[in-house]
């Protein structure tokens, strides 16, 4: 296993047009978590999962986002009818409960 | 609400100098967890360090040195005999859950750039 796998790394989209990224976390780990970072700044929590069960959203996660972790492997997480403010970059995280966590690559968004 | 300040935006040191990466941080929380992690241009958060705060003690790995001062709510990140590949965005961060990222709180990270 190689680590937290991305897709894709890039994706640039017209306003209005929805996205999909993807998140495979380490086989074993059974949080994932999705992270948004915007130039210059750290990274902010966006929501969680253990196992299949999304535990924890943060008011980042307007009701265009969605995440989706079917049968506890890999994620996606959606965003509908994208906006120039949804310019960031998307990271997932995976570890195992009470234990570091280990960071992907990140997909990077840009919408025009 | 918990907050991490890492006051310095940009740090420039000549290659084999030693340099120090400071972090404030802010939370209610009797129980919280640090974090360090180094943000190379690939753009993968790669984990350096965590530490509890019940565990004041300094940390020494090879180069890298960490100080945790509960009294003053700092926990500042030294590089000693610097090197190139060190350049990269540092950022500290903090957890009232234990180990992982949920709730993490970040700062806004120190970009560190090691010159030749």
């Known amino acids: 296993d190689t680590g937290v796998s991305q897709d894709p790394r890039h994706k640039i989209t017209k306003r209005g047009q929805n996205v999909t990224f993807r998140c495979d976390p380490i086989s074993e780990h059974n949080r994932l978590y999705w992270y948004r970072q915007t130039l210059g700044q750290g990274p902010e929590f966006l929501t969680y999962?253990?196992?299949?069960?999304?535990?924890?959203k943060s008011r980042l996660l307007s009701d265009r986002f969605s995440a989706e972790r079917p049968k506890g492997s890999f994620s996606t997480l959606e965003i509908q009818r994208t906006e120039q403010g949804d310019s960031a970059m998307y990271l997932c995280a995976s570890s195992l409960m009470i234990a570091e966590a280990f960071f992907g690559q990140g997909t990077r968004l840009t919408v025009v | 609400a918990q907050k991490v300040t890492q006051a310095q935006t940009e740090i420039s040191v000549v290659e084999k100098e030693d340099v120090t990466l400071d972090c404030v941080y802010e939370?209610?929380?009797?129980?919280?967890?640090l974090f360090w992690y180094k943000q190379p241009p690939s753009g993968e958060l790669v984990f350096l360090i965590r530490r509890n705060s019940f565990d004041e003690q300094n940390e020494i790995s090879g180069r890298y040195s960490w100080n945790f001062q509960k009294s003053t709510s700092s926990f500042n990140f030294t590089i000693t005999a610097s090197q190139v590949v060190d350049s990269a965005v540092y950022f500290c961060a903090l957890s009232a859950f234990e180990g992982g990222a949920d709730g993490l709180t970040f700062g806004k990270g120190t970009h560190l750039i090691i010159q030749p």
């Open positions: 939370t209610r929380d009797t129980t919280y967890y």
């Open positions: 999962f253990q196992n299949e069960a999304q535990l924890e």
